[in-house]
């Protein structure tokens, strides 16, 4: 999801499960319906170089997961430069510090996606800063395929790692893939939406 700051917008209300929600009419991670509704694939495949010369920053805890390889990889398709700032280094600081570090990000980059971010974390980013803010649109991605991007995540948030693509069962997640394509076009159709 992204927020993109306004001095007259109110914080992002959480959702029953804690996670950030945007205003009604801002697009998210989770795009409803086919991938067709706003943006036709033709549309998605020609947009090879949309974003190029754009940066992103990705705040994970690893890049080597499975929702962040997915971003990572959907925004390099669409020309932009990925950065990977680790999400411990900006939990570790303190507040002070950590709104200093926020605002040095958002000079660096055009956008910032925020995974592995408790939700009062990810609201604060979008509060501080003037560039989209998304949300765990790779975790969103992989859930809205075909379920095993739903079984990735669980194994992480019962603390087992999912490395390099793989999941819980040790199976390499290949990434041609129907469900891994499906939820590289959904980050992309989200991404074009708001750079």
């Known amino acids: 999801m992204f927020n993109a700051h306004s001095p007259d917008r109110d914080p992002l209300p959480l959702s029953a499960g804690g996670v950030a929600q945007p205003p009604s009419g801002v697009a998210t991670g989770a795009v409803p319906g086919s991938l067709t509704d706003s943006l036709p ?8 170089g949309a ?19 997915l971003f990572i990889e959907a925004a390099e398709g669409l020309g932009a430069q990925v950065s990977v ?5 900006l939990l570790d600081a303190g507040t ?4 200093k570090l926020v605002q040095m990000l958002a000079r660096l980059y055009d956008a910032l996606e925020c ?17 989209p803010v998304l949300c765990n649109l790779g975790a969103s ?15 992480e948030a019962q603390g087992g ?8 069962s040790g199976e390499v997640r290949r990434t041609e893939a129907p469900a891994w394509q499906q939820g590289l076009l959904r980050v992309q159709q989200a991404l074009l939406r708001a750079l």
């Open 41 to 48: 694939l033709s549309t998605l495949r020609a947009a090879g």
């Open 51 to 69: 974003l190029d010369g754009r940066r992103i920053g990705l705040i994970c805890q690893s890049r080597q997961g499975p929702a962040a390889a």
């Open 85 to 89: 700032v680790h999400a411990g280094d």
């Open 96 to 99: 002070g510090q950590q709104d």
């Open 115 to 131: 995974q592995d971010l408790p939700p009062g974390v990810v609201r604060r980013i979008s509060e501080l800063v003037a560039v």
């Open 141 to 155: 991605a992989l859930r809205d395929g075909d379920g095993s991007g739903a079984e990735a995540q669980g194994a």
């Open 161 to 168: 790692e999912v490395r390099g693509g793989e999941l819980p």
